[in-house]
């Protein structure tokens, strides 16, 4: 990442429409700084428990005391009849007018006087990181707008990298559960899912980091995150397990044929192999993908000109 960014910050506009584009965002300075943070944040948990000591700053808090709002939102707007629709309760779409014209101020709530201006650049990516509101659905390109959100609040300094495993353990995780229910509730349907040869319907980092967390754990192998009595013991201690504990509790039939791709990952000797090959695969169905990156929107913080690696802050 490179050094704090505190001014000339611009409203992030989208760049990617054709397959050419997506050539060159593979190139640009956004891929990089993202591809380069998610790693920060992998590398930050290999081996650690989500019950290990960490430090936890007052700007992380914070940002969960944001998600605070938006769960009381969910709790007050009551649901529409969805009738015989599959997905997507409309509700929904009155909880992301809700985050639209709040999100402002609840940024500025959190952010000190002298980063307000960055709220041009952070907004869309915050606001992008609950589904969308017109489709009614959620993927992992909302995923990455959070993850976005998190890069830009490193890259302006109102998290540093004495924040890095809180920002996986503490700021993600809520994160993560806030979606969870927001899935549940709204129904939402998952976006660009394919089924049963899709890692997951709506999430794919957390499968990433939980993997870190579990390299050279001596207790539980690849093979063990299949067997539900493993499951259900270490969920709250890993991610990785976590997730799988979510599929089983509301999938039904055998693993091996609702989540055949995950299920096949059972089969890996180890979890550094593990965790090497999820980010292979997430670059190539992930940010390779036009589908997904087409809704990506690129400022100053996260540019679309092209990287030219320069002195600085490493990530």
């Known amino acids: 990442m490179s050094a704090v ?33 998610i790693t920060l944040l992998n ?13 936890l700053s007052e700007n992380c808090k914070s940002i969960n005391s944001v998600f605070e709002l938006i769960g009381q939102s969910v709790s007050e707007i009551p649901l529409e009849d969805q009738g015989a629709q599959r997905f997507g309760n409309k509700a929904f779409r009155v909880l992301g007018q809700r985050i639209e014209d709040k999100s402002e101020e609840w940024l500025k709530n959190i952010l000190t006087d002298d980063l307000h201006d ?5 907004k869309p990516y915050f606001d992008g990181s609950f589904g969308s509101f017109v489709r009614i659905d959620y993927g ?19 998290l540093t990298q004495a924040d890095n495993v809180a920002t996986v353990f503490y700021i993600f995780v809520k994160y993560l559960d806030l979606m969870r229910r927001i899935q549940l509730h709204y ?14 319907d709506y999430q794919f980092l957390p ?29 709250s201690d890993y991610m ?40 292979k695969m997430y670059k190539a169905e992930v940010l390779c993908k036009q589908p997904v990156i087409q809704h990506f929107v690129f400022g100053s913080l996260l540019s679309f000109t092209e990287h030219k690696p320069t002195p600085g802050i490493k990530l």
């Open 5 to 37: 960014i505190t001014d000339g910050f611009i409203a992030p506009t989208k760049c990617v429409k054709t397959q050419s584009d997506v050539e060159r965002w593979l190139k640009s300075s956004a891929y990089a700084e993202l591809l380069g943070f």
């Open 43 to 55: 590398k930050s948990v290999r081996g650690k428990s989500l019950k290990c000591n960490f430090e």
């Open 118 to 122: 960055s709220i041009i650049e952070l």
């Open 140 to 158: 992992t390109g909302h995923e990455i707008s959070f993850i976005a959100f998190l890069c830009c609040l490193y890259k302006i300094g109102y």
């Open 187 to 200: 129904n939402l349907e998952p976006a660009g899912s394919q089924g049963v040869w899709g890692l997951d």
């Open 207 to 235: 499968f990433i980091f939980g993997s870190s967390q579990l390299i050279a754990n001596p207790e539980i192998a690849p093979e063990d995150f299949i067997n539900t009595r493993i499951v259900e013991k270490g969920y």
């Open 240 to 279: 990785f397990l976590g997730c799988v504990k979510f599929i089983m509790d509301i999938k039904k039939g055998p693993f091996s044929e609702h989540s055949n791709q995950l299920y096949n990952i059972s089969g890996v000797p180890t979890w550094s192999k593990v965790n090497t090959g999820l980010i």
